[in-house]
């Protein structure tokens, strides 16, 4: 199986801060990557696909990029609701692993 | 309203089994793969299964395979996960997922609710 390590675990950022999450795949996956958002207490959400392809409805402070094994979520500047946890997500091989999750706090 | 609803979770012992259900509306349900994925503390989130849309072929993740069963009834717009053999690893929310294929890979694009399965004595 796919192993997908994300990074950092936990961070902590204020309103309108830049953040940025790595995630790293153990064989390259060309860009077949997926990021959710999953908000506490909800399901996750998919904000983005095939890397850097943003979702319908999501806002563009969302970005994503990489290919390979290598791959970055962007949130341009911080709302309120974006304090929650990430998750990347392969789709190259099943069993279409997902990362550990990355939990975004307010400092 | 397009959406998924799950339905059957709760406490069941071990060596049970279980059957959740899911509702989908708001969209074409045959023309659609669905999945189950789950989430617990410890294992974080399980891609379980999948289902093609008209010929229902299948396929399992290791975990699962050969505990559990994926069906649907494209007439009734419903997703089932038979759950067999059932262990306290198996202890999660269980999510009914839409999958969309792209170019070069697919996503889960559609989740439902969640439906909380707890598997103790």
């Known amino acids: 199986d796919i192993r997908m390590t994300q990074s950092p675990s936990s961070l902590s950022a204020s309103v309108g801060d830049r953040v940025t999450i790595t995630c790293r795949a153990s064989q390259s996956i060309s860009n077949s990557l997926n990021w959710y958002r999953q908000k506490p207490g909800k399901a996750p959400e998919l904000l983005i696909y095939a890397a850097s392809i943003l979702q319908s409805g999501v806002p563009s402070r969302f970005s994503g990029s990489g290919s390979g094994t290598d791959f970055t979520l962007t949130i341009s500047s911080l709302q309120p609701e974006d304090f929650s946890t990430y998750y990347c997500q392969e789709s190259y091989f099943a069993p279409y692993t997902f990362g550990q999750g990355t939990k975004l706090e307010s400092k | ?121």
């Open chain 2, 1 to 121: 309203q397009v959406q998924l609803v799950e339905s059957g979770g709760g406490l069941v012992q071990p060596g049970g089994s279980l059957r959740l259900s899911c509702a989908a509306s708001g969209f074409v349900f045959s023309d659609h793969y669905m999945s189950w994925v789950r989430q617990s503390p410890e294992k974080g989130l399980e891609w379980l299964a999948y289902i093609t849309g008209r010929d229902s072929s299948v396929y399992y993740s290791n975990s699962v395979k050969g505990r559990f069963t994926i069906s649907r009834d494209n007439g009734e717009n419903s997703l089932y996960l038979q759950m067999n053999s059932l262990t306290a690893d198996d202890t999660a929310i269980y999510y009914c997922v839409r999958r969309i294929y792209y170019h070069s890979g697919s996503n889960f694009d559609l989740w439902g609710q969640g439906a909380l399965v707890t598997v103790s004595s």
